[in-house]
Every structure is written in structure tokens, then in C-alpha cells.
């Protein structure tokens, strides 16, 4: 089976995922990407791993109407032309087809299958939450473009409920499993970290026990307004405070930083950016991960803190709850519109500090069945589906 995958951007977790598909292919795998959009560091690496057949294409022009700088879906629009892309698909003679989502590049790969006949899989992460706004041209559009598809790889079940609820495919033709952290380099950068690394971090940054960390970009879209709401409750029901530990930047940090002095709130640390390949330390020296998110496809925050062996506070408004986050187990399951609620369970974890390390080997063991590994062999299910389906017309 030689599989070509558009993917005009991705990040470094999914170079492991095309390596594992690949092995499981014999080495049939083309990934075909815009080189302006994908990081120089994740082309490398991509390149590294697929050789000449990890295709990156130059000369991408992006017409944008509206503008999008606090993170929610179906905020303005993105209409991409890329040279040299359908010559870069038929160039690679796939058998199957896999598309990012149904629009951007996926209208390349869904004239492949009208005018070749090249099955079409078609990978998808949004649920119905993230596509509450998505408005009736949007949703009539990939309604439309479905019966050229053959199968769906989905993140998890929320992604499947949408595409079975709202776009009307059949159960059996979307497959979920489809995604994963870097859950191998994570594990390795952590066995990296000594415990002098977590001491020297604790004391440089002032932390103070319980750890609350949350690791992301700062707009909107992440809840961060939300938690530091919750944690001036917190701190005025709890009588041991512990640390708020915030990684990351983004265009809302000032107003989140004034925030924090007007209200004087304590022990609310921001770091700034901090480079993938130094994040673990961070996850080490916390005791909970905090996700507050109100509205995101699948935190991979979440799982690379499982990894690494962390609890987790998750928002119900981040699509990987249900597979990842089970209730008193892991973590818990909150709404960051109730700061009353989030307050309580922060406040539960620095109550219960005792239970937090039973908790995080829970987190890594149900992360063991989200790996590239495994999301490979996820998405080769949907590819045989496609396959068969498309031979029985």
C-alpha cells in the first residue's frame, strides 16, 4: 500500500507518527507539506526520517479574511494556493490518499479521487464544541465533499461524534486512536533530568508545594483568565496556597500579568516561552497539570504530563477527556466557567497530595495506549477501510 499524506503544517509529535506508519508500509509513505509553514527543525527531522519522500512543496500563497489571535476555530478564513500539488501527489502514485480535515489542502486530494479515483481518507481532530461556530456554509460544504470520502481517522470519540452526528458518516467508517504526543522523546528527556535539575528549578523559580503547572500559548481560547480566577478562590479557601506555574507566552500575557498584581494574587509564576526540548524539567518539578482550555481538539500537554507520570485537571472543553482523564482515577474533569468548581479541586489536590503520585502512574499507564505506535496502527485501519469500501463500489 503506498499512502501519500497532505499535511500543509505539523508539529515535531507527528514526525513519530509517519515514522511508525511508515515501517508498518515498508517504507510506502509520502508526506507531501508546505515548507513555509512547517518549522526548519520539523523538516529536518521529517526529512530525516521519509528521505526523499518527505516532499516539501515552495511557494505557498494564503489569501486571510478575518484575523484569528485568540485561538477559537472558525474565526476568519484561510484560502491556500500551492504550486505544484496535485503534480507532487500523482508524482508519488499512491493507492490511498489521507488529508488533513476538508478544506486548505484536502480540495487537491478530493480532485484526486474525482478525476483518478484514488481512495481518500480523511484525518480529523475538531469536535462539536470546537465547530459550534462554525456556521451553516462551513457545515454545508464538508457535508457535501463526505460522499468523496471513504474513511476518517479521528482523535478520539468526540471527533467521531461529530463526524457521525453533524457530517453523517457511518460508525464503521471512522476509525478513533489517531493521535499522540512524542510520548518517546518525552520519556527520554525525562530520564534525562536529575533530581538536582528539579531542586535547582524549585528554588530558582521560588516554587512552592503543591505545583499547579500549565503549559500552552496565552490567548484566549486557553482559559487562563478563567484559572486565575479560580486561584484567587483557591487562595482564599485553601490553607496551604502551593504554586501556580504558567509556561508559555502569547498575545494576552500582559493582561493576564496585570491581572495578577491587581488582585494580588500569590505564588503565580510566569516563564516565558520555553523550547520543546527543555519542557520536561517543568512537567518533572510540578505535581499537576492544569488544563483549562475552553475549546481545543486534543491538549498534547496532556498527554506528554501523563508521560511523565503528572495527574491532571482537565477542562471539558478539550477533546481528549474522554479517552484520557478518568475521574478520581488520573485526574479530574472541570468546567473553567465554574471557578467555584476548579477552585475546589485544585484545593482537593493540595489536600490529598498523598494520592497525587498514585494518580500520575495512573496518567502513564492509560498514556501507553496513546502512542505514534499505536495512532499508526489506528490510522492503517482507516486506510483498509478506505480500501475496502472503495473496491466493493
Not at 141 to 161: F, H, I, P, Q, W
Not at 223 to 247: D, F, Q, R
Not at 276 to 296: C, F, G, N, Q
Amino acid at each position: 500500500m503506498k499512502v501519500v499524506w497532505i499535511n500543509p503544517r505539523f508539529l515535531h509529535y507527528r514526525v513519530p507518527v509517519y515514522k511508525a506508519l511508515d515501517k508498518i508500509l515498508a517504507n510506502n509513505l509520502t508526506v507531501i507539506f508546505s515548507a513555509a509553514r512547517t518549522p526548519g527543525d520539523v523538516t529536518s527531522r521529517i526529512a530525516q526520517a521519509l528521505g526523499e519522500r518527505a516532499v516539501a512543496l515552495e511557494g505557498e500563497r494564503i489569501s486571510t479574511l478575518g484575523e484569528n489571535d485568540r485561538g477559537f476555530s472558525n474565526i476568519g478564513i484561510r484560502i491556500p494556493f500551492q504550486p505544484g500539488l496535485l503534480r507532487a501527489i500523482y508524482d508519488a502514485r499512491p493507492n490511498i490518499i489521507i488529508a488533513e480535515g476538508f478544506f486548505q489542502w484536502a480540495t487537491a486530494a478530493i480532485w484526486a479521487k474525482i478525476s483518478k479515483g484514488i481512495p481518500l481518507v480523511v484525518a480529523y481532530e475538531r469536535t462539536m464544541h470546537t465547530e459550534r461556530n462554525a456556521g451553516k456554509i462551513r457545515t454545508y460544504y464538508r457535508k457535501m465533499v463526505t460522499k468523496y470520502v471513504d474513511a476518517v481517522c479521528c482523535n478520539g470519540s468526540l471527533s467521531k461524534e461529530y463526524c457521525t452526528e453533524v457530517l453523517g458518516f457511518s460508525g464503521n467508517s471512522v476509525i478513533t486512536g489517531a493521535m499522540a504526543a512524542d510520548t518517546e522523546a518525552i520519556s527520554q528527556f525525562l530520564k534525562d533530568v536529575a533530581e538536582i535539575d528539579i531542586i535547582t528549578l524549585e528554588k530558582t523559580l521560588r516554587l512552592v508545594r503543591p505545583i499547579h503547572l500549565y503549559v500552552g500559548r496565552f490567548v484566549r481560547s486557553k482559559g487562563l483568565v478563567e484559572l486565575l480566577a479560580a486561584w484567587k478562590k483557591y487562595n482564599e479557601i485553601s490553607s496551604t496556597v502551593g504554586s501556580l506555574l504558567l509556561v508559555g507566552d502569547g498575545p494576552e500575557r500582559n493582561k493576564l500579568e496585570q491581572m495578577v498584581l491587581e488582585q494580588g494574587l500569590v505564588n503565580v509564576v510566569f516563564t516565558g516561552n520555553i523550547d520543546y526540548r527543555k519542557i520536561v524539567p517543568y512537567y518533572a518539578v510540578s505535581d499537576v497539570l492544569v488544563m483549562p482550555t475552553l475549546e481545543d481538539n486534543w491538549s498534547l500537554v496532556v498527554p506528554e504530563a501523563m508521560e511523565c507520570g503528572k495527574p491532571i485537571l482537565c477542562s471539558k472543553y478539550n477533546g481528549c477527556w474522554p479517552e484520557l482523564v478518568r475521574d478520581g482515577v488520573n485526574g479530574y474533569v472541570f468546567d473553567p466557567y465554574n471557578a467555584e468548581n476548579l477552585a475546589m479541586l485544585l484545593k482537593k489536590c493540595s489536600d490529598d497530595r498523598g494520592q497525587l503520585p498514585a494518580m500520575g502512574k495512573a496518567s502513564h499507564e492509560i498514556v501507553q495506549d496513546y502512542t505514534p505506535q499505536k495512532a499508526a496502527e489506528a490510522i492503517l485501519r482507516a486506510c483498509r477501510i478506505a480500501l475496502e469500501r472503495y473496491s466493493n463500489l
